[in-house]
Every structure is written in structure tokens, then in C-alpha cells.
């Protein structure tokens, strides 16, 4: 069975382009950016948070599966890798594009929780882990990509890999599951 998915966000050739443009090589795998939206489609007028904004390939995947009900917060560090979602997604009405650094920005809000929360960088994978597990709400989904080995990863990353997993899967109010695929995944979804 091919696991490509066959329906991609109208925006993506764009994104795609500009990544290049820009040599930025660390966009959504397409089988993860599926599944985005699959479980953005799975919370209609959901609240989403993505961490990790990057040219918004992911973004653009989410959007594809929300409703018109749905909102979506990006969250990234660099402005002119954003800049790129901005330019291609902006317009959508359901997206809330903040620059700032994911770790600050998750310590600063009080606002309601998420139904699902895509951790595509450090702060709320590696740092911050907690606080973005808080901001789940019950029944919610929590997803983390890049788990499997990469040839450029520092020699102590894969104990940090494999520190996360374990955090994440002692945790009682999570039931999560291990994804041996696409960039290797990690979904834990709140019960409590």
C-alpha cells in the first residue's frame, strides 16, 4: 500500500518553492503532514496550537483538514522563515501567526486550552514539554514528529529521544503511541 497521501494542500508547490528558495530543509514530512490533517479534520471548530511555524508546510496541512469553525495559533522564532506562511496562508482567517520564541510564548499564555497540539521544535518537545502538555485539553491530541535517528543529530540526541519517550509515555493523564513512521512519531491523547 502506498501511504502518500493523495490529497495535498492547494498551497504546498508554493511553500515548497520558497523553502528552497530559502534552503530551508526542515519542513513537514507529507506522510506526518497527512495525519495533521486528518487530526485537524477530527476536531471541527477545534482550537490548534503549532509550535514551529517554520515556512508553513505544516500549517498549510492543518488548514486543509480544519472546518471553518476551527483556529489554529503558529508560534515560531524566525520572522523571515515565517514570513513564508505569512505570505502564502496570511489571508486565511482561521490562522493566528505569532513571532516569538516558542518557550517564552508558552510560558506567557493563559488562554484556553487546545484539542490538538503539533510540537515541530525544541520548546514543547525538548523544553517546555510540561507546560505544552498542560495547555491539552481532555481528549485531546499531543504530537511530536522527527523521533527516528538522523545522520546529523549530536551524539547526545538520541538520549534526549529516548528521555522524552519515556517522560511522555510514565505520564498518567496521557495514553500515548509510538509511530515507527514517516519521520517517527510520538501521539499521546489527554484522559484526564
Excluded: N
Amino acid at each position: 500500500m502506498d501511504d502518500t497521501p493523495c490529497r495535498l494542500p492547494a498551497t504546498l508547490p508554493a511553500l515548497r518553492a520558497a523553502a528552497a528558495a530559502a534552503e530551508f530543509t526542515m519542513s513537514c514530512d507529507e506522510r506526518t503532514g497527512g495525519l495533521l490533517a486528518v487530526l485537524a479534520a477530527g476536531h471541527p471548530g477545534g482550537r490548534i496550537l503549532e509550535l514551529g511555524t517554520g515556512v508553513g508546510e505544516g500549517t498549510a496541512w492543518l488548514l486543509s483538514g480544519m472546518d471553518d469553525g476551527a483556529r489554529l495559533v503558529s508560534v515560531e522564532l524566525d520572522p523571515a522563515v515565517q514570513g513564508v506562511a505569512r505570505e502564502q496562508l496570511g489571508s486565511d482567517p482561521r490562522v493566528a501567526f505569532v513571532t516569538q520564541e516558542g518557550g517564552e510564548w508558552l510560558d506567557g499564555y493563559d488562554g484556553e486550552p487546545f484539542d490538538l497540539v503539533f510540537a515541530d521544535t525544541w520548546p514543547g518537545k525538548f523544553t517546555h514539554l510540561d507546560r505544552a502538555l498542560d495547555l491539552v485539553a481532555p481528549g485531546g491530541t499531543y504530537l511530536i514528529d522527527d523521533l527516528t535517528p538522523q545522520a546529523d543529530w549530536p551524539p547526545e540526541h538520541a538520549a534526549s529521544v529516548r528521555s522524552l519517550l519515556e517522560h511522555l509515555e510514565e505520564r498518567k493523564d496521557f495514553r500515548s503511541v509510538r509511530l515507527a513512521w514517516s519521520s517517527g512519531l510520538l501521539m499521546a491523547v489527554r484522559t484526564a
